[in-house]
Each structure stands twice: as structure tokens, then as C-alpha cells.
């Protein structure tokens, strides 16, 4: 049985409210303010459409010139082929309505007849030929769009990708990376059905000079109504936007293998779906509103295209009745109107896509335009050669739109041939430490050095981005699990250079994954995702050996692995932090993020974060010294945990937080 949606379509359903805690859709008031195009006026909007149609046909010229040009000219055919057709078809009529018997008159009228199945042949090859040229130039101007926006979008400075109104425009940009390949074959249509009415109007003109005005009578209501309702549509869209997300992930969970278990055992699933019926019926409801509006619009464009076409005919009429007209050329102004107005039919149809395709392409350029805007830049000065150190001076660091900064005021030194540990704990930092000293995040204030072996030293924000990212290794927390090949997930980590299969090797050696990819039934070629062909699962602690393959395949000089051994059975664990170690006797510097104290202690040095602040420093001796230190603490209830003996006089700390909590308790 279908539930009914708990509220209309304007209001916040159950689902909306229990699954997202609130209402998922934007109000008015934000798509007027954030979608230019919507605020735009009828005139402004038509001068929008052959300028967005000009950067479409610009993108066909540099992808295919050839089959731009063949599109071009075949239209252009076709509309002189219109044209020619009208004037052969006024030659027959004329020929007909004279005096004379029947048989001269049919003889008369056969050249003309005759240049009119000539022309039809010629519309058919036409019509052909531009089919044939805009199959091929369609798909290529899908990809230079795209190409171009993922491009710029995956080159936007990561600090700009949190801020909301940035992420919002570059993921509207999504929608409209076919709608090129769309405004083209819907130009190409509505240049082929404008072509033809061009030329009968010329011929109409030419015929009688009033029936031009009144064919644009015919035309302009329904061209009103066309962009009415593609901006209704795309507002909407705007509108829904998040909705549509949430709906479409909500899907996705369903299917996804990390999911099933929760899905099935807890019940998930149960929840999900009917929330995905509910927010269904939600847009089920936006898209009869839709309809309905759309219905109206049309029966008031209809109304006044026909009461246009009712005045046209009477002045039809009375031209002929006049003697103003003779009836050979009233004939072939019927023939052109009806053929205008079928042709209008077409026209709006398509106009009326072309201006949504052309709202989403708007939102793609733009999108691709503020990507640009906030690109990490190409170039800098370059690093010192060799870079032997990492400074960072005072640094802080906000999340755009966090409550409180998550770094204040650190500083600490990373050095080439030493391992560099952050431990504290959660939400203190560590992470986005890593980032900054990778150079993804630039600090609000305070300096990140890339420093030589002679003191040089060149500074984060100036220095060549590319040079820093060259320089770094990551392994993330949640580094991606890429749906490719063994070989892939490993090579991936620099995608920089042409793949090396003995060097793949090597790194998945040492990450000790090596044996079992080689016993996977493809090997190197198994898919690490099941449902593929050649798909194979692989374990969490598979997957984190993997990862340590894919930065150890880098071979960078910084090294920064977070939690790097968090998945991993006792044993891969202490191999996993001796290849770490083996990596700085070999002079790359690693910055260790762990809460495993045990590994940390050989590290040369621990910086330990507390909110965001540097608490403590030193060597694992001297922080133990510390008496009463957050290091100190942390390291001795770890250690209680496997029962081994507490420094004399130590008793096991409390969580935490928790201090408080025990002395009230006391
Ligand atoms: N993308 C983000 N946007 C907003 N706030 C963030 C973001 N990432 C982290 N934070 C916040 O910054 C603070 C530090 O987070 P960070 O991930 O650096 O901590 P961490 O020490 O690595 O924690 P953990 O040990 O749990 O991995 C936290 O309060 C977190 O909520």
C-alpha cells in the first residue's frame, strides 16, 4: 500500500525532518538571490540564449571545424531549399489559377513540379549530411565542456571546496555538462526550423509586406510562453536541488556492499526506503505543480497565437477579396503560414529546452569560471633543492563555517631522516596538521617553510604548488578505494608518471601485500571490488597494506601517514612501523599521526596536540618525564590496558573530561 507523504510538496516531510533535520529545499528567496539567471528579465534572457549558442558553436569550431562547418552548410541548404520550394510551389499555383484548358496548364506547371521533387531530394541528403555531421561533433563537444569543468573543479584550492556557496556552484556545475552536447543538437534543430521560417517569410513578404507582422504575431506568444516555462523548471530545480541528492543517496546506500550489513541486520533499510518513498512523493507532487503551471502557460500562449492566426487568415481573406491579392499567391501564403505555424510548433519545443539546457550550461561555465577563480595557481617559486625541512611558524587554521579554529598557534619542525609523531586526542587536530604540512590547506595566519639544507627557504603560499605536492606522500585516514585493478590502486599514487610494474611490485612488497595480490586470480588485474568481472574483496587490513603500497609507490621525501596501521593484526602492525622507520634511515622525513603510543616512542620527535594547540614536545623519554603530561597520561593508560605495570606511585588515570566528574564522585 502507498503512503500518502506525511506533508505537500512545500512543506517539510517526516522524512526530510527525521533523516536531515529540516527541510532540504532552498526558499525562494535564495534561488533569486543565488541564480543570476532566474532574476534575468523575458529580453535579457532571449539576448542570453545566441550568446551561450556562440560559446557552444566556439567549443564545436576548436573540438571539430570540419563538422561544425558540415552542420552549418547543410542547414543553410536547407533553408534555401525551403525558400526555393515555396517559390516552385507559388510557379505550380500560379500556372494552375490561370486561364486556359487544363492540359496546357498542367504542362506549364511540370518545370516547376519538377524543381519540386528536386528539392525534396536535395532536403533529404541535407538533412542526412547534418545528421551525420552533428553525430560526430555532439560527443566532443560533451567532452571539451566536461573536460573543461572537471578539470578546473579538481584544481579549486581544497580550503575553497569546504566553503558552502563555493561547493553549491561547483556542484550545480554537474547538471549542465551534457546540456552542451544538448544546446547543440537542439541549435542545429532550431536553426533548421528558424531557416525555413526565415525563408517563408521572406517569401512572404515578398508576396505582401502586411504578413510578415502577422506572422510574428503567430510566433511571439509562444516564444513568451517557451521561456516561461524553462525558467520555471530550472527555478525549480534550483529549488530541489539538495532533495534530489539526498533522494538519489539515499538510493545508493542501498546498493552499496560496505552498507548491506547494517542495511539488513539493523533495519537500515526498512528506513531508507521509506524515506525514498516519501521524499519521492514530495517531488512527485513538484512535478504536477509543474505540469500544471506548464498547461497554463500553454493554453495562454496557444490562446493569443491563435487569435493571431484567426486575424492573419481574415486579412488573408480580405486582401483577396479586395483584389489586393490574386488567388494563385493567397494559396501559396496558406501553403507558408501553415508551414510556419507547424514549424512554430517544433520551434517551441525546442527553444523551450534550449533555454533549460542553456540555464544548466550557464550553471557548468559558471562553476567553471569560480573553479577558476580559486585554482591552486600553476606556478611559484620554485623549492630548494634539496628540501631537507619543514617549518611551521605559528600557524593557525578555520574550517570555513567552523565554530572554533582548529589549529592556534602551532609550530613544529619535520626533518629528512627522522620520524616526526602527532598524537592527541580526537578532534585535536593532527589531521588537519597533516594537511597544512602537505600544503592541501594554506594557514589564516602564521608561515609554513620549505627549507634547504643551507637555510634557504621559501614560503607555502608562494612557493610552486606543484613542486610542494611533488615533494608528499599521503596516506589519509580515509584514503579512496579506488574501483580498479590491484596494480591501478597502487600506481595511482603517481598518477604523475608512466606506470612502472616492477616498481608496483616493490612498493606492494614492502607494504607485505604483494603475495596476495600475485594469488588473486588476476593477480595484478583483479578488480578490488566485487561485482566486476574480474572483482575480488579484499579485507580492511588488505586494503590499509594497499594504501601503504600506493604512498610507498610515490617515494616522495615527506611521508605523512595518518592512522596508518589502524586495520592492521599485531604483527603487520610492528612491520608496517619498522618499514616507517626504514623510510627515515633512508632519509625521507615521516610524519606519523597514531593513537598507538607504543610505536610513537622510537619516534625522534612527538608533538602532542590538545585542541588544537601544541601541549607538549619531545622525545618519548623526555615527554614521560613530564609528570602529569597529557603524554604521559595517555601512554600509562594505554599500557594499563595490557596489564603491564605502572611506573611506582602511577595510579590509572581517568579518562579525559572525566576528572571533574570522579573527584564529585568522591
Ligand atoms: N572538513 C572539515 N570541516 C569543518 N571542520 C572540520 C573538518 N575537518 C575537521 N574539522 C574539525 O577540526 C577539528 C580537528 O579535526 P582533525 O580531523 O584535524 O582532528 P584529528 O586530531 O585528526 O582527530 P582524529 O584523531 O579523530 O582523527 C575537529 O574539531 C573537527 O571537527
Known amino acids: 500500500m502507498r503512503r500518502k507523504p ?79 520550394g515555396l517559390v516552385a510551389v507559388n510557379g505550380v499555383l500560379t500556372q494552375l489559377f490561370a486561364d486556359g484548358p487544363t492540359a496546357n496548364k498542367l504542362r506549364e506547371a511540370l518545370p516547376a513540379l519538377v524543381v519540386l521533387a528536386v528539392l525534396a531530394v536535395g ?29 578546473a573543479v579538481t584544481r579549486v584550492e581544497v580550503e575553497a571546496t569546504e566553503r558552502p556557496e563555493i561547493q553549491r556552484v561547483l556542484e550545480a556545475g554537474k547538471f549542465g555538462t551534457d546540456s552542451a552536447r544538448l544546446m547543440l543538437r537542439m541549435s542545429v534543430g532550431v536553426a533548421s526550423v528558424v531557416i525555413g521560417m526565415v525563408a517563408a517569410a521572406v517569401v512572404l513578404a515578398s508576396l505582401h509586406w502586411i504578413l510578415l507582422p502577422m506572422l510574428l504575431a503567430i510566433a511571439l506568444p509562444k516564444g513568451w510562453g517557451a521561456v516561461r516555462s524553462a525558467r ?11 532533495h534530489r541528492r539526498a533522494i538519489s543517496s539515499l538510493l545508493a546506500y542501498l546498493t552499496r556492499p560496505h552498507a548491506a550489513g547494517e542495511i539488513r541486520a539493523h533495519a537500515a533499510g526498512r528506513k531508507l526506503l521509506a524515506g525514498y518513498e516519501e521524499m519521492s512523493q514530495q517531488t512527485e507532487a513538484e512535478q504536477r505543480r509543474l505540469a500544471r503551471a506548464q498547461a497554463h502557460t500553454d493554453l495562454v500562449a496557444g490562446g493569443f497565437s491563435g487569435l493571431a492566426s484567426l486575424a492573419c487568415y481574415g486579412l488573408l481573406w480580405w486582401l483577396l477579396n479586395s483584389g489586393g491579392l490574386a488567388l494563385a499567391v493567397g494559396g501559396t501564403a496558406v501553403i507558408a503560414i501553415r508551414n510556419c505555424t507547424t514549424r512554430l510548433t517544433s520551434l517551441v519545443q525546442q527553444v523551450n529546452r534550449l533555454y533549460e539546457e542553456m540555464l544548466h550550461l550557464t550553471d557548468t561555465k559558471n562553476a567553471t569560471e569560480l573553479a577558476a577563480e580559486h585554482a591552486i595557481p600553476r606556478t611559484g617559486v620554485p623549492l630548494p633543492s634539496p628540501v631537507t625541512a619543514v617549518h611551521v611558524e605559528d600557524v593557525s587554521f578555520s574550517y570555513p563555517g567552523a565554530a572554533s579554529p582548529s589549529l592556534k598557534g602551532v609550530s613544529l619542525s619535520v626533518h629528512r631522516g627522522e620520524v616526526t609523531a602527532l598524537v592527541g586526542a580526537n578532534g585535536s587536530g593532527k589531521t588537519t596538521l597533516t594537511r597544512v604540512l602537505s600544503g592541501l590547506l594554506l594557514p589564516a595566519d602564521g608561515n609554513v617553510w620549505w627549507t634547504g639544507a643551507s637555510g634557504e627557504r621559501v614560503e607555502l603560499r608562494a612557493a ?50 604483494h603475495d596476495l595480490i600475485e594469488g588473486l586470480p588476476h593477480g595484478y588485474d583483479s578488480i578490488v571490488f566485487k561485482g566486476y568481472e574480474r572483482g575480488v574483496q579484499l579485507s580492511g587490513g588488505q586494503w590499509q597494506k594497499l594504501g601503504t603500497a600506493r604512498s610507498l609507490y610515490r617515494n616522495a621525501p615527506f611521508f605523512l601517514v595518518d592512522e596508518p596501521t589502524s586495520a592492521l593484526d599485531p604483527h603487520a602492525e610492528i612491520a608496517a612501523f619498522e618499514g616507517l622507520w626504514s623510510l627515515a634511515e633512508h632519509g625521507h622525513a615521516v610524519v606519523l599521526v597514531t593513537h598507538r603510543l607504543a610505536a610513537t616512542a622510537k619516534a625522534d620527535r612527538i608533538y602532542v596536540l590538545d585542541q588544537g594547540l601544541i601541549a607538549e614536545e619531545g622525545t618519548h623519554d623526555e615527554l614521560m618525564a613530564f609528570d602529569g603530561g597529557l603524554y604521559r597520561t595517555m601512554y600509562t593508560a594505554q599500557a594499563a590496558q595490557y596489564g603491564l605495570a605502572l611506573p611506582a606511585g602511577e595510579t590509572l588515570p581517568a579518562p579525559r573530561g572525566d576528572t571533574d566528574r570522579h573527584e564529585d564522585a568522591l
Open 123 to 151: 532536403t533529404a541528403l541535407l538533412a542526412a549530411w547534418s545528421t551525420a555531421m552533428s553525430g560526430r561533433l555532439e560527443p566532443q563537444v560533451e567532452r571539451a565542456v566536461s573536460a573543461r569543468y572537471y578539470e
Open 464 to 513: 610552486d604548488r606543484g613542486q610542494v605536492f611533488a615533494h608528499v606522500g599521503l596516506l589519509a585516514q580515509d584514503f579512496p578505494h579506488w574501483e580498479m585493478t590491484a596494480a591501478t590502486n597502487v600506481a595511482i599514487g603517481a598518477g604523475d608518471r608512466p606506470r612502472d610494474m616492477d616498481q608496483v611490485k616493490e612498493a606492494a612488497h614492502a607494504a607485505d601485500v
Open 6 to 84: 506525511s506533508r505537500s510538496a512545500s512543506g517539510i516531510s517526516n522524512a526530510e525532518r527525521e533523516l536531515y533535520g529540516g527541510r532540504l529545499r532552498w526558499d525562494k528567496s535564495f534561488v533569486h538571490h543565488e541564480g543570476a539567471l532566474v532574476r534575468l528579465g523575458f529580453a535579457q534572457m532571449a539576448a542570453a540564449l545566441p550568446r551561450m549558442a556562440g560559446m557552444v558553436l566556439r567549443t564545436g569550431w576548436e573540438v571539430d571545424r570540419r563538422a561544425l562547418a558540415g552542420v552549418v552548410a547543410a542547414q543553410l541548404g536547407q533553408g534555401v531549399t525551403a525558400a526555393w
Open 232 to 242: 520555471r523548471d530550472y527555478t525549480s530545480r534550483l529549488n530541489w536541488i539538495d
